[in-house]
């Protein structure tokens, strides 16, 4: 028998939520698909870190750090890299300013749990039911 050795990608992500919808970016080199706000953690970087640089760079906006709060941890198989995991740590927190796409950010929009599915990798898709069940989204 053999085994594969499986990656893990450890990320970070922002869930900014207004009227019962979350904000999600959508890269230039992926039309199809939006992400949540965030990115992966790199060596020596905190979380909190990580979200301001990556939020700062998708958006163009600060993050209100204070109004971080967690709220919990996901993982699923990658949807575009083989023998790949992502765990994702999410936040939710406010942002300093007006958000707007920046650097590889094509489109920003607000969603609420009735976004057309082909929209979501597997692991967003988690992170949506989790927002329903607990009520932060609609």
Known sequence: SYSTTMRTINKVALAVIQDKKILMARSRKNKAVFYTLGG???ANESDIECLVREVK????????????IFLGS????AHDKIDT???I???????LGV???????????????????????????RVFTFLKDKNYIA
Do not use: M
């Open 89 to 95: 740590k999410l936040y939710t927190g406010s942002l």
């Open 85 to 87: 995991i992502i765990k």
């Open 40 to 42: 992966k953690v790199e």
């Open 57 to 68: 760079e998708e958006i163009g906006v600060e993050i209100n750090i204070d109004s971080l």
């Open 99 to 125: 958000p707007k796409p920046s650097g590889e950010v094509e489109e920003i929009a607000f969603f609420d749990s009735t976004i057309d599915k082909k929209h979501l990798t597997d692991l967003t898709e």
């Open 74 to 77: 996901f993982q699923a198989s």
